[in-house]
Each structure stands twice: as structure tokens, then as C-alpha cells.
């Protein structure tokens, strides 16, 4: 369709806009679970997804823009729930991005920066969520196993 609509500088114009769809799509993916995993209980099997294990951003400029995406943790936690029913959770239940999306997606697009910024808040959230674990490296380098 896009060569029959302007030849190949449609094509190639298709194929830019879905390159740049699917990169803020995977962008966002990212920014909203980085670092966060649910705890391995052996045998392939994870806890239940809950509010903790996705990023919110309760940022008003991003939830206008966005279209409330800070209710990310309750899209998981329910995913049955129509979407204008979603919840919203207390930073104490789900953590909170410091800044929206807009900006965690521009800083996330210079790992190095991304990392020096999130890694002390997952670091906090690990102490909160999971103090019994003393040892992330099988969840740092995905050597437990997949889920079943």
C-alpha cells in the first residue's frame, strides 16, 4: 500500500514510522520494568504479579500526554480490568519513577546515565520488597529459570 501510495519513498517512509514506533514502544518497556523482577519460589515458579513489579509515573503532564499510563502496575496486577477502571497505587505499593515519561525515556536512551540513576532506587526497592534475598546475581544475569 505505501508503494502504491508514493513508490518507494513510501516504503521507506513506512518503514522509518514503524522503526520509530516499535523503539519508543520497547523504550517505555524498558523504563517501566527496569530492575524489577518478582521473586523466584523454585521449580519455575514466580510469585504473582503484584503493584511492585512495574514503575509508575504519577505525573500529570505524562498522564495527559500518556493517557493515564501511570496505572501501569494495576494494567499487570489486573489485566482483566477495563482500562478507565485502572487503579492507581501509593508509592508504598508501587514504585514511582521520579520524573515522566518523557524525560525517564530520554535518560534511558544513555544507559550509562539510565543506570547511575535507577540502580540506587532498585536497590532501595530490593531492601523493601525482598530483604531475605542477599543474593541477585541469578536475577541480574537471568540464570534463574523461565517461568512455567
Known sequence: MAFG????AGVLLFAFQAFVVVWQLELVNYVEHYGLTRKHLGDGIYEHILPRHSWNAAHRASNWLLINLQRHSDHHYKPDRPYPLLQT???EEAPQLAFGYAIMAMMAMFPWRFRWFMNPKVQRWRKMYYP???DWAPYNKATNPLPR
Open 89 to 91: 497505587y501509593a508509592p
Open 132 to 134: 531475605e534475598i542477599a
Open 5 to 8: 501510495i508514493d513508490g518507494f
